[in-house]
């Protein structure tokens, strides 16, 4: 590993610096046990950059993020900026984000951890080693189609409305990015949409089914409709690999599926953007949890969302494959073994703080990193 890795680190408000301290000493382990050369580099957004710049991101951030080679999120927001002018709420500095990188897929892993099967609201045969990924576009489709407002016939009557609307290349590029990732898991797509009563839907359809006869036939492809798929989910998730959906039904059935997991504190994203000349995605990694004013400064808070965000970007963006399983390995161990933050606490299991949980993954990927070697090296005498 010879050329520095540009990380941009945006702790932001709540107990975003609080996970995110356990990640950068992740980082510097990284750095020190596996000659990663993580070269880090950190600012403020959010509130905190809203109460120290007058803006939750300045231009000089945002260029910073631009030219990373991956930039690691905390969680924005809280009741402190409730009342702060609409345009410079501490949200909108994760939008800016999210628009000016163009990150369009939003990676969202629903994986229920042995152990933890008892923290979902499902049966546990139903959830107990599920593994799912939904690909979800970020920066298209109704959220962002024109024209939208609220007007009023000539006869009076008012009304609002938006427009679903996708482009074959805003189509092609997220489904693109769904059968890439399939390849590396177990080969299997299911593209959602509701093309029985939208045209958009009729088209989305269309245009993955051309691009996986072009591109992706030795990817499994399922059509689903989403009103279907919500059902699923909830009925036999582990049907799904990887679950490829517009903006709208992404947003839902993404939070759908993360609840088949327990805890927000355990879930982690990605949100990615197009391959640049030298072939590196913009990307971008964060917890799918807020800033948890509730629970911010008391060291309750779960690392293991913001983590396991850490070890999907050591995957993505770095094809560091063997340290983010590390990372994930530890994770799981840790709680296998026992320690739990209040979130995720059940009989039998040790509530620890923030900085011990994190302690305890250190410790983990110090111990499965050890034997691993040993492993090796035995390995290679025979
Ligand atoms: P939240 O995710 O912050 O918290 C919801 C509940 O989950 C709270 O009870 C909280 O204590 C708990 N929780 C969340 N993360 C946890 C963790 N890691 N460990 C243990 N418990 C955890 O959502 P909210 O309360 O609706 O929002 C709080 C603030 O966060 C708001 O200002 C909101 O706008 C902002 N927010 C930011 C983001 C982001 O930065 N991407 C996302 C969602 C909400």
Redesign the pocket.
Known sequence: MSSNKKILMLP?????PE?MHEVARMIDWMNDHRGAAFEVQEDLA??AAYDAHGTSLTDETMAHALASDAVL???????K??NVPREE???NG?LRLRKEMDLFANLRPATVFDGLADASSLKEDIISGLDLMIVRELTAGVYFGEPRGIDTLPDGTRRGFDTEVYTEPEIQRVAGVAFELARKRSNKVHSVEKANVMESGVFWREVVTALHEAEYSDVELHHMYADNCAMQLVRNPKQFDVIVTSNLFGDILSDCAAMLTG????LPSASLGAPGADGQRKALY???????????GQR???????MLSYAMMLRYSFDMMAEAELVEQAVKNVLTGGLR????MSEKTARVS?DVMGDAVLREMGKLSASSSAHKVSGGGE
């Open positions: 932001g408000d709540g107990i975003g996970v959010g509130g999120f905390g969680s924005v927001g809280g009741p900026w409730d709420r501490p949200e994760l805890s927000l504190g355990m964060e917890p799918v949890h807020g800033s948890a004013p509730d629970i911010a309750l808070a779960n690392p293991v969302a913001m933050t209040a979130d995720i923030t």
